[in-house]
């Protein structure tokens, strides 16, 4: 072997060390009494593309948005489940569908790592192309084996005897591949191809355990909350309502994130009554009216029921039709055609328009059941007053749903207008191994309900303090402690500075905040027992003693 030989394998057996060494370092974290090095330029953080900071005082209406679900929900009989915002991969795939965007596109799942590096195994026949090739490949196969020893002593894999057994094997060939690099058998010959073959076979032996997602939505972990914890024992229905995060990849914009905010219920068990469907929707709409929310539409329709006189017979047909019509469609819907013809019906693609209106329609093929259930769910709804208009094209993007669909939109939120969508699910439950179960519910996209009463000028109020107190002084400080204490306790929003500031100075500030009042509190005010309460809007100043303010203030 040539000087030069050498260095070069020298440089691809360092490239090697170094690959492994990051891949280690990466594992473990970077310790903590590492200084980062100088050298790395000071990089600053931003939320990643999708999620956003909500910050005060826009936190405010957030929050009165909560509350007044809880008081609204309260009031009809729900009460708050808080399920895991990770779950089993399966839970999702299962409930809302693997064809559908959301599973498919769309999720959050985890542990993409080693399976990103299985899949760039399949290549062994690029890399008996040539030396470099050959060396990356085998780099490959080290990093992938240190990992999984590494992720199996941590325990985040399953422990299989396979696992142990398929570890252990392709520990042994990647050291005895490294061996064989090291004395200079760095050509692809068929020696490597048997070797690295065995590597490329063996990884997918191994049992990479139950894959994990972030929620993309609360009715499946909501459904196997009820199933694990035997809700199904309890009077019936079930009636629960969350609140919280949910995790979609899609392309942000406005009115749509990766991370958005789902306040959701569900009614489980019990009958399918058409009354059970009108609650519900009563009490969305109720919510909606007492958030403010101005300018909603409430779509319904009847989606049916997956037999073949009914909706599956209906989509037979509708695919027929699709067919006749194909080359008038666009690419999504053409595919649709195939995976999931209902979903055609949502197109918003102006020139598809004129096309689907003449499509049959659903309502005109459902069974005599689902027909009785939906003119009665229309019935109830009239005997709340709740408006609604027929939708026939509401299919909803879920696999899950049957019969009742409904959608509501608000205005403000350019084309992602839909702030609440939902319907009946009987069959959910008993899908995800429960006994045969009813249920149906809705999730209410919080961020677009929030932009939506934004827009219409009912925002957040702007959050000024009740009273700043401007106190110099030692003793001043320890008598300002105690009015801040019981002002608190008062239920007052009190602003105490930490420093001493000039009376001047703490009346900017003060201003500054938005605060109602400021409380003066020297020398002079300390030693009377008279404090001085200045009224910020308009200047005026009056003297009060501590029982006197207190009172003054709570009849304000
Ligand atoms: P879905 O769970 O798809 O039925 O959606 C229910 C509601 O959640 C929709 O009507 C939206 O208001 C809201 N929503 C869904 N996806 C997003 C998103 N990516 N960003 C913000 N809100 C969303």
């Not at 005082?57 to 008081?71: F, G, I, K, Y």
């Not at 009077?235 to 990766?258: H, S």
């Not at 749903?401 to 969508?421: D, H, W």
Request: charged share 30%; with cysteine.
């Amino acid at each position: 072997m040539s000087d030069q030989e050498k260095a070069a394998k020298r440089a691809q057996w360092e490239e090697i060390n170094r690959a492994k060494a990051a891949a280690k370092q990466r594992e473990q974290g970077t310790p903590d009494n590492l200084e980062p090095r100088a050298s790395v330029t000071q990089k600053q953080f931003q939320a990643i593309r999708g999620s956003r900071d909500l910050l005060p005082p826009d936190t405010a209406l957030w929050n009165h948005v909560e509350q007044t679900a809880r008081e609204v929900f309260g009031t009809f009989g729900f009460g708050e489940v808080r399920t895991p915002v990770i779950e089993s991969t399966e839970l999702f795939a299962r409930s809302i569908g693997g064809e559908t965007d959301v599973v498919s596109k769309e999720m959050y799942t985890f542990p993409d790592e080693l399976d990103f590096f299985r899949q760039n195994l399949r290549t062994i026949s690029e890399a008996m192309q040539d030396e470099g090739r050959l060396n990356r490949y085998l780099n490959l196969v080290v990093v992938f084996s240190e990992r999984l020893k590494d992720a199996l002593n941590a325990n985040r894999l399953p422990q299989t005897e396979t696992n142990l057994d398929v570890s252990q094997q392709l520990a042994d060939l990647s050291s005895e591949a490294l061996g064989r690099w090291n004395n200079g058998k760095t050509k692809p010959d068929p020696e490597w191809q048997n070797l690295l073959g065995r590597a490329e076979t063996l990884v997918w032996d191994f049992d990479l355990g139950d894959k994990e997602s972030l929620r993309p939505e609360g009715t499946a972990g909501t459904c196997r909350a009820y199933i694990e914890h035997n809700m199904q024992q309890l009077p019936q229905p079930v009636k629960l309502y969350y609140m919280g995060p949910m995790f979609r990849r899609e392309r942000p914009q406005k009115g749509r994130y990766r991370q958005f905010y789902q306040i959701g219920a569900e009614v489980l068990g019990g009958a399918d009554a058409p009354a059970i469907d009108a609650e519900l929707i009563e009490m969305l709409m109720t919510f909606f009216g007492k958030c403010g929310l101005q300018g909603t539409e409430l779509s319904i329709n009847s989606i049916g029921h997956s037999r073949d006189n009914c909706r599956r017979g209906y989509v037979a047909l509708l695919r027929t039709e699709l067919e006749k019509v194909k080359d008038k469609l666009g690419a999504d819907s053409q595919r649709r055609i195939e995976t999931n013809p209902l979903r055609v019906l949502d197109s918003k693609l102006e020139h598809e328009q004129s096309v689907i209106e003449k499509l049959p329609r659903i309502g005109d093929h459902l069974c005599d059941d689902c027909k009785t259930h939906h003119a009665a769910v229309k019935h109830e709804l009239e005997l709340r007053g709740v408006v609604y208009r027929e939708n026939w094209r509401l299919v909803r993007g879920l696999d899950y749903y049957m019969r009742t669909t409904f959608e509501i939109t608000a205005p403000g939120l350019g084309s992602q207008n839909a702030v609440c969508g939902g319907g009946r699910y009987d069959g959910l439950v008993e899908l995800l191994g429960g006994p045969p179960t009813k249920g149906i519910g809705f999730a209410i996209g919080e961020d677009r309900l929030i932009l939506s009463l934004e827009e219409s000028g009912k925002g957040a109020a702007p959050q000024g303090r009740d009273v700043y107190i401007a106190w110099m002084g030692e003793r001043a400080y320890a008598t300002a402690i105690r009015a801040a204490k019981d002002l608190r306790n008062a239920d007052f929003s009190v602003e105490l500075p930490p420093t001493e500031l000039k009376f001047g100075k703490a009346l900017e500030r003060a201003s500054k905040l938005g605060s109602r009042f400021a409380l003066i509190l020297g020398d002079n005010e300390v030693a009377d027992g008279q404090w001085t309460l200045k009224t910020l809007r308009d200047g005026s100043q009056q003297k009060l003693t501590e029982q006197a303010l207190l009172e003054y203030l709570r009849k304000l």
